[in-house]
């Protein structure tokens, strides 16, 4: 062994648990010694059946490995505790006569990190040691932070999920129905209702351009923003997402926008007072004929894009029994095997198909088309989706 390795500051080493395996015992003597001098805590273990045995029982941080050993070789050893969840994960350098490239080929195939061929430097023992067992810390520590931030974007998820409605408003004469799918843990779209005076009805469908994070935070400023200023203007929706608007150019830098779809509704007579910022057409339904009587087009740019930008409002009339369904891109935008878009064709086809249904039944009815459309395709978008009617004449 050589001088510089003995001089090592111990406390400078990079401590770890070994699990040594060879059936020589001059070799496990060897690796054995010049480890612990170097402040690693050693296991030394004869035989393969033995290491598996030692590695189930407590999970060391690192594994040198013997290839020729009776009963159970090295290949299977490594096989073995690859195929295990506790000890699939740690790092195992072979230690071997063996030469050939076949040999070296195989314990990489099996799952091994590194090849020393004996008979072995102990400078090269112990320069390998050090290096994957630092790899192995900083792979425990990538995981760890990776646990913390799924836990902290699993929370994140359902703090965003009360800003939902938790169940819809009672609104006689009408049915109102919502479902909303994420396509990660937190979303940027969002669906809301907000009382106004007079028995008015808020409903807001808004979709923020992006994903992730960001997306997510600008969504609840987007969110308390249009709460707030509906409020203020509880029968004039356009004034409320122009405020909305001015807002977001003024208070953020980032370069996100939102579109929204903004309605106030009189129950009693029908009447809907809408604005629509760059969101995708809410599409009106004819009763009992499921004929598209009209698409809610756009009133405005999106939200957050420009000043001066001035929304306006229009006004369409529901009578009884017609049907408006409100969505984000997420449905018309989703994506099959061939990477053929759902498009709103196949929503309007999709709606008229199961124009007798309830709201809920409908909403849950689409989703379902949207996702046996999907087949297989994972989800990239968010989906939102709502319901409006007004019950039939007795």
């Not at 396509?183 to 106004?196: H, N």
């Not at 579109?259 to 009447?271: H, K, N, Q, S």
């Not at 009587?293 to 409002?313: A, C, V």
């Not at 087949?375 to 990239?380: A, K, L």
Request: with cysteine; aromatic share 8%.
């Amino acid at each position: 062994m050589t001088q510089n390795y003995q001089k090592n500051n111990l406390e400078n080493s990079t401590k770890g648990d070994i699990l040594v395996v060879d059936d020589t015992p001059a070799n496990l003597r060897l690796l054995s010694q010049m480890l612990n001098e170097q402040g690693y805590q050693v296991r030394p273990v004869p035989d393969g059946l033995l290491a598996f045995a030692a590695a189930l029982a407590k999970a060391p941080d690192l594994v040198l490995l013997d290839i020729r050993m009776p009963e159970m070789d090295g290949y299977q050893v490594c096989e073995k505790l690859k195929a295990e969840n506790s000890t699939k994960d740690i790092p195992i350098i072979f230690i071997s006569a063996l030469d050939a490239i076949q040999d070296k080929v195989k314990a990489f195939t099996v799952g091994g990190v590194d090849y020393i061929t004996k008979p072995f430097h102990v400078e090269e023992v112990l320069a390998r040691v050090e290096t994957h067992l630092a790899l192995r810390k900083l792979q425990a520590q990538l995981e760890s932070a990776n646990t913390k931030m799924a836990q902290e974007l699993a929370l994140a998820g359902k703090v965003q999920k009360s800003f939902f409605p938790q169940e819809m408003p009672n609104i006689p004469g009408w049915q109102l129905s919502f479902t909303m799918k994420s396509a990660r843990e937190t979303s940027g779209d969002f669906f809301d209702t907000i009382p106004l005076p007079r028995g008015y009805i808020g409903i807001v469908m808004a979709d923020v351009v992006d994903k992730g994070v960001a997306a997510a935070l600008f969504m609840a400023l987007s969110w308390s923003l249009i709460r707030t200023y509906a409020g203020d203007f509880p029968a004039h929706p356009e004034i409320a997402l122009t405020s909305v608007n001015r807002r977001l150019v003024e208070d953020t830098s980032a370069k996100q926008f939102v579109t929204a779809f903004f309605a106030v509704l009189d129950p009693a007579t029908g009447r809907l007072v809408y604005s629509n910022a760059g969101h995708p057409p809410p599409i009106v339904f004819k009763a009992n004929t499921g004929e598209v009587i009209q698409r809610l087009g756009l009133t405005g740019k999106p939200l957050g894009l420009f000043e001066e930008e001035i929304l306006e409002q229009k006004v369409v009339e529901l009578g009884p029994g017609d049907l408006m369904v409100i969505y984000t891109d997420g449905i018309t935008e989703a994506q099959n095997e061939e990477s053929e878009f759902f498009d709103e064709n196949r929503l309007v086809e999709s709606v008229q198909s199961h124009l007798e249904f309830p709201a809920q039944n409908l909403v849950d009815a689409l989703l379902m088309d949207v996702q046996s459309f999907m087949g297989e395709t994972p989800q990239s978008d968010d989906i939102a989706l709502a319901v409006l009617t007004q019950d039939s004449d007795p």
